[in-house]
């Protein structure tokens, strides 16, 4: 794979909804990604989020009606 150019979607939880949920990895699922790219040869670009703080917030933001934009 790593001869090839390699297009990947971009995924992050960027939604109050959870859309993406299912995208995030956990920590073993990440290593096991860094395993395979150094195999490979291949480069993982990671973009961190605070995902459980993010939807813990968001949790707590529409329980108190806060769902409007501004």
Not at 47 to 70: H, N, S, V, Y
């Amino acid at each position: 794979m790593s001869h090839r150019h390699v297009v990947s979607p971009h995924r992050f939880r960027s939604d109050a909804g959870g859309a993406y949920d299912d995208l995030v990895l956990n920590d073993r699922q990440l290593l096991e990604a860094f395993d395979v790219a150094r195999t490979e040869q291949a480069l993982v670009m990671v973009q961190c989020k605070g995902f459980d703080t993010i939807r813990f917030m968001t949790e707590r933001l529409e329980r108190a009606g806060k769902t409007e934009p501004f």
